[in-house]
Structures are given as structure tokens and as C-alpha cells.
């Protein structure tokens, strides 16, 4: 593992070049990435004394080349936080080279602190990088689960 | 709607008809159900000050009859807070008659309040009731998202 690969919190300092880098992944993911407004807002409820998320960059000497973004969940029936994995990225042209993988590891570490039963997220089906990174990490893809989504344009039509 | 249904939160006087019913959803999903130890940390963390999850009772006259637990996720390209429903459940024998639609838009109701972005959940594939309930109230299927696990007896092969 390069020693050069560091991993630290978001903060005031260094959070333009998080934004940069969840650009830099919406990118790479073909997904809409936060407009101005949003930006904003990801700054306020990460950077407040109750943060809606918790993020860290990895480093490589100087540089901020990748980023993890997660948050605690819950398993009702082991009774024990899930960590969720909502991002975790690395510039293309900085793979390879063990960041993904000091990310992950730095990520059950804290899952371990924390007493979580597991740690889950998503990938996309087309990113065979990342499903190679997973597989090879002996993660579990849980097939027989559909995952569900209402956006906030239909919540109108409850009542 | 039938209007001798009602939806109180979890508390104390009501803690153990609520474990009933996350044993029933257990049964149903046919999945582990909390053991004794599980089962007085999903108090202690459902009812403590600062709670690792939200969950909220379905009454029908007297008798507790569903539930729901959620809690907040985030999306980064959105910047607003995700609701995500872990179990939404009402008893076999008390479906059909409008509970669940009730606790759904409850949940769509405190997102709306909440200014979140979307409500997110998974389904187990084989539970066809539940998928067309999400069917018939609009939800996407994210069909082309991989849900991926790690449990924590993996925990200890990371460094």
C-alpha cells in the first residue's frame, strides 16, 4: 500500500475540492451532478454541528484524488447501525494505485468501531470496475432484494 | 379511509406490541427475527435522546396492527436528505383495509415536511403483495442499481 495515500474529513479547507471530486463522480456515474443552489447545501449539512452525512477525502501526496460519503442506518432485526456507503470514488486517472481500497478498508474500520451489523450500498450495473472491486472484496450482491424509489415531484399526490 | 385507524409513535407503554409486530414481519420475510439481547438494544436505540431510527405504530381501535421504521439518508447529487423506510408492515390478518396506504402517506407526509428528495426502500422479489402496493403508488423500480453487503463476521479480513 503506498504510504503517500492519506485520509482525511471534509472541512472548510478542503471542501471545494470535494465538490470537485462529487462532480468528478456524477460524471463518471452519467448522473445530474448538484447545480450552485446544491452546493450549498452539501456544505451546510456537512459542515454543521449536526451533519446530515459524513465525508472524507483521500489524498495522494499533495493532491485530493478520491472521496467517501456515508451515513448510519439501521437493521431492525440484528438491532445494530448499517453503515451505508452512499459514495465512494477515485479519479480514473489515480486508480490502481490503492485508494479505493485504503477508502474501503478505512470504512470497515469504523464500521468495526461503531458495532455495525454491515456495511451496504449500491453500485451501477454497467460500472464493472467497481463490481470487480466488491467481488473481490467478498462483498455479497443481494439479488433478490428490488430497491424502490418515490421522488419528490409525486409526493403531491398523497394525501 | 377507515377512520378508527391511527398512527402514534413508538414509546415506552407501547415498546412491547411493537417488538410483537417486528417479530410478525420476521415471520412474513422470513428472515431472523431479534433475540432477546437484539431486542433491548432496539429499544434502548429507538427510545434514547438522540434515536438510531424513527418507527411509528398503525392502530386500529385498540390493538396495534403495523408499523413503521425509517430514518434519513442523503444524496449527495441532490444535496437533500433521502427518507429511507427499512419495514413498513401491517399484520396478515388486518391488510386490505387501508392501513398500509395510511402509513405510506404518513412517510410521504414527513418527507414532504422534511424537504427530502426522494423515499427510498428495498422489497424482498418473491413478496408480490408488497411490490404491487409500491406498483400501484407510483414507485420506480431501480432496476439497473446492484445492492451490495458486507457483514461484520467479515469485519476482521481488513486491516
Not at 463518471?28 to 449539512?45: F, G, S, V
Not at 460519503?69 to 477515485?90: C, G, H, Q, R, T
Not at 464493472?128 to 467478498?138: D, P
Request: with cysteine; proline share 3%; glycine share 4%.
Amino acid at each position: 500500500m503506498d504510504e503517500n495515500l492519506t485520509i482525511e474529513p471534509i472541512k472548510h479547507t478542503n471542501f471545494n475540492e470535494f465538490l470537485f471530486l462529487v462532480d468528478k463522480l456524477a460524471e463518471y456515474e452519467k448522473l445530474t451532478p448538484p447545480d450552485d443552489k446544491a452546493k450549498i447545501r452539501l456544505k451546510k449539512d456537512g459542515l454543521s454541528k449536526n451533519p446530515k452525512y459524513e465525508a472524507y477525502l483521500g489524498k495522494k501526496d499533495d493532491r485530493y484524488i478520491g472521496y467517501v460519503i456515508f451515513f448510519m442506518n439501521y437493521s431492525s432485526f440484528l438491532a445494530k447501525p448499517v453503515l451505508y456507503i452512499e459514495d465512494i470514488f477515485v479519479l480514473n486517472e489515480h486508480r490502481k494505485k490503492g485508494l479505493g481500497q485504503k477508502l474501503f478498508n478505512f470504512i470497515v474500520s469504523l464500521a468495526k468501531e461503531r458495532d455495525c451489523g454491515r456495511i451496504e450500498w449500491h453500485v451501477l450495473d454497467w460500472n464493472q470496475l467497481g463490481i470487480k472491486f466488491y467481488e473481490k472484496n467478498n462483498a455479497k450482491h443481494l439479488s433478490n432484494w428490488l430497491y424502490y424509489r418515490l421522488t419528490n415531484d409525486q409526493f403531491d399526490n398523497f394525501v
